[in-house]
Structures are given as C-alpha cells and as structure tokens.
C-alpha cells in the first residue's frame, strides 16, 4: 500500500516538473519578437508636421526680420523735452492726509518721535538746574526749557498754519506741497472755453503767461469717459519782415488732474503751413484742458484751434509701450511688438500708431500669416506718427501687425488704432 502512494507522488512530481519546463520554453520562444522591439531605435526619427495654425508665428517671425529697415537720422542734438506748465493736481487721498496731523497737533508731536529724542537731552538741563531743585514748581522751567524744543514743535505747527512757507520742506509727506506752483499760475492763466463746432483764433504774444521761455493760451472743454475727439491745432506762415506772425505750433492735452495725455508737435503740411493734430480717447469724465505754445522758445505769432467729435469706427483701439524688455530686430536691433486681427478678402483697412509723448519714430508694417509684407507706413504723416492708408486684405487670414522704432534707443508709449 505504502508503495503505491509512493508511486503516485513521483507521478505527480514528474507531471509538475514537465508542466514547468514546458511553460519557460513557451516563454523562451517569445523572448525573440520582444527584444525585435528595440530595433527601430537604431532607425531615423520622423518630426510629425505642424499645423498651419502652429506654422504662422514661425513664417511671421521670419517675415518680421525680413522688414526693411534704413539707419536712423542723423540728428545733431537730442530733442529737449517741453513740460506742461500746470502741475498735475494732488490726489485727494493726499491733501486730506497733509491736514490730518495739523488737526491734531498734540498727537503729531509723540507721532513725531524724532522731536522727542531731542528734549529729552534737555532733561538733562534741569539736572543742570539742580542747584535750585527746592523748587519743584520749577519742573515748570521745562516749559521755559521748551523753547529750545519749539523750533521743532514749530516746524509741525506751521503746517497748520502757513504749508506754503518752505519752512515745511524738512516733512518729506508735505513735498506734494508743490500747489505753490499751481497757486500762482491761475492769476495769469485766462481760461477760455472751447466747443466742437467753431473754431477758435488767437495770437500767441509777450503778455501772455509764459513758462520755460514760451508763451501758452489755454482752453477748456467738458469731455465723457470714452469719448473720441480729434484736435487740430494749426500754424501760420507769414512772409512779413516786420510784425511776423508765423508760428510752428505745440499743443499739450491734460485730463481734468492735469496729467499729461498725449503732446503733439505740428508737421509740415501742404502750403507750407504746419500743424499738430491728434486722435484720443478720453480716459474719465471731467473738464480738460489744451495747453497751446510754440515748439520754439520765445516765438509768437497766430493759431487756430479746432476740436471735433471723431466719427471713426475703430475695428482695433489699443495702448501699447515699447520698452527695454520688447523684442527687437537681429539685424539693428530695432524694438518692436505686433498684434494681430482676423480680416476678409478685399477689406480696406487704415491702421495708425502714434507716440503719445513724443519718444519715439514709429514705423508700421502690415504682414499676412505666411510673414509676407501686405502694405507699410506711406511714411507722411509726421515724425511721431505713421498711417497705413486703406490697404486692401488680399484674402481670408490672421494679419499681424508690427510697429517699431526707428531708431533702437528710442522707446515709449503709443496708440494703435485700425479703422
């Protein structure tokens, strides 16, 4: 009996053996076709095609350093800026805060603890003032050693009193104080209204106000938040030898805090007369103000004046900035930046870039998503503006849209408008 158990457990143990010899050559004949698996890394890597979508920024950034360029004028003096003779307003927020501490004079005096070091020496001169200490009343005598304090306890009262004096200047917080400026400028200042339909004649003279060398007429107007507006500020040419009145105009535009929004020098024109003329966009409500002069020091003579509603229909209105981190040109290294819109075939477009402060020479090059050249600036409308003039879209795409400098250290802020 014991023998046939034992026959039967070296049958079972043969058949596990068979069974698992059999199963590792199963597994030994497939080890070929999987390491056949490592043979294509040996071969040649295909790139699977872009897009024509993921194509266009590669053909554009070809197209772009394709865009002729010319070496920048030569000019024999940088240009001298011309500042506007108001001074922007200060803030609410700030002139509450100047008469805060006036309001308080005994809390500003512990707020000012740099005062407070200085009696505290002066404690020492009672202990100076100790041979007399039996009269303690004499604790008072600090209030006669506070003269020697007051100056300072002075300095911030006279805030309260008299901010004008320049006796405030050592308070860095009262430096917008500066209203002096604009204090004194409304006697002269002789506002005058403007509207949208007439235009407005003046002649610019030696009495009028005058700051840096110039002499200003100023206007006012009441304008929407958005509003689009055109001014046009025109010179005057005169061949007299006697009693000249030719003027080359200069405008600026201040929003109602007399901030600065655009300044704009006039350009030869046909006629030989030259004027400024400007497209903005007002930022808020308010009353603003056109400052007129002359782009030379010292120079008088006649103007017109004329603001009207712009009756354009923007398709593109946008601010944009060229700065030190703007991309640039390999071959002069020119800054640019582009934008793009999606147009139709046979559109007509007009495209406009300006330079809002005068600090750089746009030029304007209109490019189609395969980076080819579509249409440029007609180069004719003044040294800080350019204007493509109705090209017509060749088909349905994306154009791009390149506004660079024309010289590589110039950069600023300007206006894109396309219409």
Do not use: C, W
């Not at 200490?133 to 006669?144: G, I």
């Not at 929004?261 to 024109?269: E, L």
């Not at 603003?288 to 120079?299: E, L, Q, R």
């Not at 503006?385 to 400098?405: G, K, Q």
Request: aromatic share 8%; proline share 12%.
């Amino acid at each position: 009996m014991l023998e046939k158990n034992h026959k039967k457990y070296l049958l079972r143990s043969h058949l596990g053996v068979i069974f698992s010899l059999s199963g590792s050559l199963l597994l030994t004949s497939y080890s070929l076709p999987i390491g056949a698996l490592t043979i294509p890394e040996s071969t040649v890597k295909f790139t699977i095609a872009k897009t024509p979508d993921e194509r266009q920024p590669e053909a554009v950034e070809q197209g772009i350093e394709q865009i002729p360029t010319t070496p920048p004028p030569a000019s024999s003096q940088p240009k001298q800026p011309i500042d506007s003779p108001i001074p922007p307003r200060v803030p609410p927020a700030t002139t509450n805060s100047a008469p805060a501490p006036t309001s308080k004079p005994s809390q500003s005096q512990p707020v000012d603890t740099t005062p407070a070091p200085t009696p505290k020496p002066r404690t020492s001169q009672p202990v100076d003032t100790a041979p007399a200490p039996t009269p303690k009343p004499r604790t008072s005598q600090p209030v006669d050693t506070t003269p020697a304090p007051q100056p300072s306890n002075n300095g911030s009262t006279r805030p309260s009193s008299s901010g004008y004096q320049p006796s405030t200047q050592p308070s860095t917080g009262n430096r917008p104080n500066r209203q002096p400026a604009p204090v004194s400028p409304p006697k002269n200042l002789n506002y005058k209204p403007i509207n949208f339909v007439d235009f407005a004649f003046g002649i610019l003279g030696k009495g009028d106000f005058q700051s840096q060398g110039r002499y200003f007429h100023f206007y006012q107007f009441e304008g929407r938040e958005n509003q689009l507006i055109q001014i046009r500020l025109g010179g005057s040419t005169d061949t007299r030898r006697s009693n000249n009145l030719s003027l080359t105009p200069y405008m600026f535009l201040l929003d109602p805090d007399n901030n600065v929004i655009v300044k704009r020098s006039s350009a030869q024109t046909t006629g030989g007369i030259k004027d400024a003329f400007v497209f903005v966009r007002l930022p808020v409500q308010g009353t603003y103000t056109i400052a007129v002069t002359s782009s030379n020091p010292g120079d008088t003579g006649r103007y017109s004046l004329a603001l009207r509603n712009d009756r354009a229909s923007y398709n593109l209105d946008e601010s944009g900035e060229l700065t030190a981190q703007s991309l640039t040109l390999k071959q002069n290294k020119n800054p640019y930046n582009v934008s793009k819109f999606e147009g139709k075939k046979n559109q007509l477009v007009s495209i406009r870039v300006d330079s809002v402060f005068e600090e750089f020479s746009p030029y304007l090059v209109l490019l189609n998503s395969q980076g080819k050249i579509v249409a440029t600036d007609n180069g004719q409308d003044g040294k800080y503006s350019a204007l493509i003039d109705r090209a017509r879209l060749p088909e349905d795409d994306t154009y791009y849209v390149v506004v660079v400098s024309n010289n590589p250290q110039q950069r600023g802020r300007y206006r894109l408008t396309m219409y």
